[in-house]
């Protein structure tokens, strides 16, 4: 099934067979913001160089994605932009700034679960986001290391607790996967796949300094503090986006 968005302000880019949507930081935010008080279930997730590769070695997941309202991450997907429609997105919505983005902006008290990561940081990260965002409540609803056992009660908890924002945390293609397979709208409004988010904000695992952030080299720190985890997923990996990039262009297949 395919997401259709009936909003003027959301259009949509073909990258490596992903849509996503093309969006300004304001426009997204008041996207989602809607989704929520109208109780719209819709299912948010993110594309990087590496979320694009993943879904063009697992089809599966590329069609997972296409019933996503998919967020451009990255410089990669702004290089993308620029090759395959001539300019880049309106704005980097990685998860890591945006999800704190759109609870400041919320007024009205919402209920957000997290879900993922250990228990540990899930905890941390519940507390630092009640301090980014003191008016709404934050629920750990469990870690990400249950078992398939354990997942009944995990989606009875959810089912129980309903909240508006659910952050799902397990790592790419699973927490996707995750949020396809067993989401509903009587589980949550707005699930949303975010990655690493959880482990940042626990402050176990350190950010860019605001200037390589600036640059758009946050993938190269990364990179720099985890060599033996990363190096696979960007020294081959940007490349291989880059060059399946070019493909497309020269196929002259952008959608």
């Not at 228990?119 to 519940?126: G, P, T």
Request: hydrophobic share 50%; with cysteine.
């Amino acid at each position: 099934m395919s997401l259709t968005i009936s909003n003027p302000a959301a259009t949509f880019r073909r990258i490596l067979g992903i849509r996503v949507a093309s969006l300004g930081r304001e426009e997204a935010v008041s996207l989602l913001s809607g989704f929520i008080r109208e109780k719209t279930f819709t299912k948010v997730g993110f594309l990087n160089a590496h979320n694009a590769n993943v879904a063009c070695s697992n089809k599966e997941f590329a069609v997972a994605l296409d019933d996503f309202l998919v967020l451009a991450d990255g410089i990669g997907v702004d290089i993308a932009a620029r090759w395959l429609y001539g300019a880049p997105f309106p704005a980097n919505l990685n998860g890591t700034d945006f999800v704190p983005a759109l609870l400041l902006a919320a007024d009205k008290p919402l209920t957000v679960g997290l879900l993922g990561a250990t228990r540990e940081n899930a905890e941390r990260a519940a507390q630092r986001l009640g301090e980014i965002a003191p008016q709404h409540r934050f629920v750990v609803v469990h870690d990400g290391f249950f078992t398939a056992q354990e997942e009944p009660a995990v989606i009875a908890s959810l089912a129980a607790l309903r909240p508006d924002i659910l952050l799902v945390a397990m790592g790419v293609p699973r927490q996707e996967f995750w949020i396809a397979r067993n989401l509903g709208p009587e589980h949550c409004t707005l699930p949303i796949a975010v990655g690493a988010l959880l482990d940042f904000l626990s402050g176990s695992v350190p950010r860019a300094p605001e200037w390589m952030r600036r640059l758009r080299l946050e993938w190269l720190f990364r990179l720099v503090i985890e060599p033996g985890r990363l190096w696979r997923r960007y020294i081959v990996g940007n490349p291989l986006f880059l060059l399946r990039v070019l493909r497309q262009k020269l196929a002259g297949d952008r959608y």
